[in-house]
């Protein structure tokens, strides 16, 4: 199959050619055509699976070949992304794509000035790449208008509502023609999302090129156990051992990322961070410098773990586990990128066997632990595997057995190759049965 034989045309194959893809993935052999014919879309895919391409090409298409010439202040197809980070990200995959078609592509979003935002909009816009906040303020500045809307892209939903964007998306929502095209794009699918769905879509066509909730099969992860106090130690351990050049980190707090690159630059390590607190701008800075491999380590919180796609990227650490365990997913996700392989390490303290667990439970895997020698933790992490069980080991009896070699260490958890999914529970919801979780509704910036 090539993309002439899904119907793209000659244009945007120029495009492609010059930016090498050959053969369409199966997300987008499957959405290209059915965006062209003008089907609403629900769509679960992997990260990396080239999703943007599989909307991003067809919506150009429609916008180049149908409608009308875009109005001022007007734009005819608005793609919704989490975060800003991903904004831009979209927006150079769409400009790319673009480069020979007449058309006005532009990014929106929150944390830079407004001015210029509104003086672009003034001649129109064909696609217009936005985060849900700033797309609403410039609407309620009447920067923008939604009559000749025709199409809108949904992508990462289910982030979109984690980072507590469902009022905002009630507001867009409301603002929209109801007679449009609605394509949604997400790597996991929740209730939540899914009663979006229902809401937004009209008789939509459901694409899974991926079974539900299973990360992707070209990573291989594991685990190292250890105490919550000498997790940097550890990691600077492996990060020698292992003689690491690029390696993407993830903390769970923004003080957590700020402590780890001190201490890693401390030690002369070059390393940079990223998280909320941080103008947009820096942020940017770090990002491009740690692409350009100006930067060896970055340590970010989740707000960088969706959709940043860093080319060749051989290695996520996770420093801490993800509150959230669909997290997990996304973070591991920017590495093992469009088929090539990849690594992901969690350094697990006792405190996080509940979110290894419904991590585990969630991927229907169990990860593999690997031990440090030196490393190995006085608070043990209890047992878990991919059914969910937490194995609390009896207190030890006062006079314990003589034990034959194996020094009493804990059994190893099974590896299970990531593509090799346990049989899935259907009725199971794991993220919820973790009482953990119960943490109210999520902050807006992580
Ligand atoms: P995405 O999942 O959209 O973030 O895409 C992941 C990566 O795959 C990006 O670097 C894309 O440029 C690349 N990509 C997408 N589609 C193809 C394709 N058909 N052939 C080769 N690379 C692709």
Known sequence: MTFATLGLIEPLLRSLETLGYQTPTPVQAQAIPAVLAGRDLMAAAQTGTGKTAGFALPLLQLLAMEGPKVAANSVRALILVPTRELAEQVHEAVRQYAENLPLRTYAVYGGVSINPQMMKLRSGVDLLVATPGRLLDLFR?????????????????????DLGFSEELANIYKALPKKRQTLLFSATFSDDIRLLAGQMLNDPLSIEVSPRNVAANTVKQWIVTVDKKRKPELFVHLMRKGKWKQVLVFAKTRNGVDALVEKLQGLGINADGIHGDKPQATRQRALDRFKL??????????????????????????????????????????????????????LVCADEVNLLSAIEMLTRQTLKRQNEPDFEPEHRVPDTDASGQVVKKPKKPKKPKASGGGGGKRNLGKWVDSGEAAPAEPSIKPVRKVPVFNTGPRKRKP
């Open 141 to 161: 500045q009447n920067a923008l208008k939604f009559n000749q809307l025709q199409t809108l892209v949904l992508d990462e939903a289910d982030r979109m509502l």
């Open 293 to 346: 491999s100006e930067v060896q380590i970055l340590v970010a919180t989740d707000v960088a773990a969706r959709g940043l796609d860093i080319e060749d990227l051989p290695l996520v650490v996770n420093f801490d586990l993800p509150i959230v365990a669909e997290d997990y997913i996304h973070r591991i996700g920017r590495t093992g990128r469009a088929g090539s392989t990849g690594e992901a390490i969690s």
